[in-house]
Nanobody, 123 residues
Framework: QVQLVESGGGLVQAGGSLRLSCAASGRIFNSIALGWFRQAPGKEREFVAAIGWNGESGYYADSVKGRFIISRDNSKKTVYLQMNSLKPDDTAVYYC????????????????WGKGTLVTVSS
């Protein structure tokens, strides 16, 4: 079992940066992939980024590629999402997810979810 707790959300102006963190508990953290998803009001939850168990590769939605960076520190059981050049369209609740997905971007492939942290980007 893995429990995930996100932090780092808040209010930022367009063009600014935020770093989200997701702290995990559980033995299997080091062997699972981790992802970030987001859900804006009235919209479906969508894929943002994912990283493999060894942290060597990151995968990104086209909408955030070049602006966001996902990383993980297995010694701290934490995954991060560095968000740069933020836009009002990035406003959403951001969720951390863990599992062994067959496809990085499919939320159904993740077994563990945090409760989310709100990111608001003002124009």
């Amino acid at each position: 079992q893995v429990q995930l707790v996100e932090s780092g959300g808040g209010l930022v102006q367009a063009g600014g940066s935020l770093r989200l963190s997701c702290a995990a508990s559980g033995r299997i953290f080091n062997s699972i992939a981790l992802g970030w998803f987001r859900q804006a009001p009235g919209k479906e939850r969508e894929f943002v980024a994912a990283i493999g168990w060894n942290g060597e590769s990151g995968y990104y939605a086209d909408s955030v590629k070049g602006r966001f960076i996902i990383s993980r520190d297995n010694s701290k059981k934490t995954v991060y999402l560095q968000m740069n050049s933020l836009k009002p369209d990035d406003t959403a609740v951001y969720y951390c997810a863990g599992g062994v997905p067959g496809t990085w971007s499919i939320k159904g492939g993740y077994d563990y979810w945090g409760k989310g942290t709100l990111v608001t980007v003002s124009s």
